[in-house]
């Protein structure tokens, strides 16, 4: 489990069939499956020493050698390349979040270092914590040693991979969202590929099928585009890629393209990287535009291994689907793509997808639904409903707010009180709210419909890629109490019709902390009148002691 962790292309199954040669590898299994489980600190001497056991152990899985190679000095390279984070989706509702490379240079002794340059690699032994204080993903650029396997690039021990294109200082802004990567205004430009392996093998929708599963048609009302223009009210938009190949066939949108590899029982990556390669072969490698406004969607053959879903690129052109079901999921393209405009997942409790209030959860195998957008947190960062978004600092004052759903956000009856979103700041986390109204572009949301819903993420600007967690659902008179800061948030009613609003009020944790410090100074006062009144009464006691003994003398 835990070598399918570090290495998801390859299933538990598949790991399951690696001879363990002793037993000081059978152990490092052991520590690297609850090294991964508990999703320790990576990049550590622990995590490449486990990770160099997968390699010892699977060596056949990992390359067509009989033996993985080991990090000498002599076999290491010298890389450069683009950082990249990608997003895996399983079949089981679980997820995989790993670290790509996608090579500009590579040098070294070794002979496999002068074959991958321009190609994309699987990155292991990379520190998660100093990835994400220093790295953006499809911004950043990194210096690397390390050894390749295959697809995969394992860095060596005790190397630290050098960083340009962003700022190394931990705790920098990482806000890449409608600032640095507009996705309003013109048309992004989106191009799905139907790959067909060398025995023929591939999806069983057509061309013009395929066109409509993602820019709709007559019996595809709920597709990519449509819930991109619906939810965004128009803000961002695709359109079909128009273009030629450099033979100059026509392409629009939508086209199939022939690889020299088998698809049954292989791995994803490998697959990928072939249809990836031969794509800029075929359009020429300027197609994607400059700056890159075109995003792919690669449709592969069934039967490639593992029990994956689909997965895509943060801040990057490619996504990838699996087989008949996912390329015709509208929820699956709209969550890979949401994850190219810079969206990461949406969570409840302890799972990353278990947020069913909208696309950044879990994916569905349909065609045609479900029918809802984001929840708050998103909609905040997509900055699509921007103008009836509000903050609520805590303050020594209750405050009141009219929320409406996003279904109600042209509505003609609203006024400027009426609200989309409101973030409530303070603490280790902010938190965000919204009316999950169960209408129109959002009647298919699959969780607290009509109910309002309170999100919480990473404090910060809420822009750039964090996970955001579902923490509550509440229905009229219902409350959350935020346990970092205080803050209260009530439902007073949700009520009304055109359109339906949500009132709730937020009790800050400025007027809890006042009316603690009123009634512990009230106590130190009455505390000081107590003593001090014993004290009188005592010494008046002694007194008349004193004067009866000296009337007696």
């Not at 995969?152 to 190394?168: R, Y």
């Not at 999950?436 to 959002?442: C, L, P, T």
Request: hydrophobic letters at 40%; charged letters at 15%.
């Amino acid at each position: 489990q835990g070598c399918a962790r570090l290495y998801p292309r390859h299933s538990v199954s598949e790991w399951l069939t690696c001879p363990t040669a002793s037993l000081p590898i059978t152990l490092a299994a052991i520590v690297v499956a609850e090294h991964t489980r508990l999703r320790m600190a990576r990049g550590s001497q622990l995590h490449t020493l486990s990770a160099l056991a997968c390699l010892l152990c699977g060596g056949g899985l990992l390359s067509t050698t009989s033996a993985a190679p080991l990090p000498r000095a002599d076999a290491a390279c010298q890389v450069t390349g683009g950082y990249v984070l990608v997003d895996v989706e399983h079949e089981d509702g679980s997820g995989f979040e790993g670290h790509s490379l996608e090579i500009t240079s590579s040098s070294g002794r070794a002979a496999l270092c002068g074959q991958h340059a321009g190609s994309f690699v699987d990155l292991v032994g990379l520190d998660t914590k100093w990835a994400e204080a220093n790295l953006v993903s499809g911004r950043s650029v990194l210096r690397v040693r390390g050894v390749f396997n295959g697809q995969v690039l394992t860095i060596a021990p005790g190397d630290v991979p050098e960083v340009s294109g962003f700022p190394q200082v931990k705790g920098a802004s990482r806000s890449v969202g409608i600032q640095s990567f507009p996705h309003f205004g013109a048309k992004k430009k989106l191009l799905v590929v139907r790959v067909v392996d060398s025995p023929d093998s591939a999806i069983s929708d057509s061309l013009s099928q395929l066109r409509a599963n993602v820019f709709g048609g007559p019996d595809d009302s709920v597709n990519l585009v449509e819930r991109y223009q619906s939810c965004s009210y128009g803000k961002t938009t695709f359109e079909a890629f128009e273009g030629e190949t450099v033979t100059g066939e026509m392409v629009n949108g939508v086209m199939e393209l022939d690889i020299d590899v088998n698809a049954i029982g292989a791995n994803n990556d490998v697959i990928r990287e072939a249809a990836r390669s031969k794509l800029f072969d075929v359009l020429g490698p300027g197609f994607l535009g400059s700056p890159r406004d075109t995003y792919v969607m690669l449709m592969l053959p069934p039967e490639t291994s593992g029990g994956w879903i689909a997965y895509a690129y943060v801040n990057y052109w490619l996504s990838v689907y699996n087989g008949n079901t996912w390329s015709r999921s509208a929820s699956a393209h709209t969550h890979e793509v949401g994850h190219n405009l810079n969206l990461a997942h949406s969570g409840e409790a302890n799972n990353q997808y278990a947020d069913q209030t909208g696309m950044m959860g879990y994916s569905y195998g349909s065609d045609e639904g479900p029918k809802m957008c984001f929840n708050p947190a998103k909609n905040w960062q997509l900055g699509w409903y921007e103008d009836r978004a509000a903050i609520a600092a805590p303050t020594s004052e209750t405050s009141k707010y009219k929320l409406v759903g996003i279904a109600d956000y042209e509505n003609s009856n609203l006024d400027d009180d009426h609200k989309v979103i409101l973030k409530v700041e303070g603490g280790p986390k902010d938190y965000y709210i919204g009316y999950n109204r169960k209408i129109g572009i959002n009647s298919g949301t699959a969780e607290a419909g009509n109910q309002v819903t309170v999100v919480e993420r990473d404090s910060g600007d809420g822009l750039d890629y964090a996970l955001s967690k579902l923490v509550a659902k509440l229905s009229a008179q219902g409350s959350y109490k935020i346990e970092s800061s205080g803050v209260t948030v009530t439902v007073d009613s949700i009520a009304g019709n055109d359109p339906k609003v949500a009132t709730i009020h937020v009790v800050g944790a400025v007027a809890a902390a006042i009316s603690t410090t009123t009634v512990a100074a009230a106590a130190v006062v009455l505390t000081a009148t107590i003593s001090t009144a014993t004290v009188a009464t005592v010494a008046l006691a002694a007194a008349t002691v004193a004067l009866a003994a000296a009337t007696v003398a």
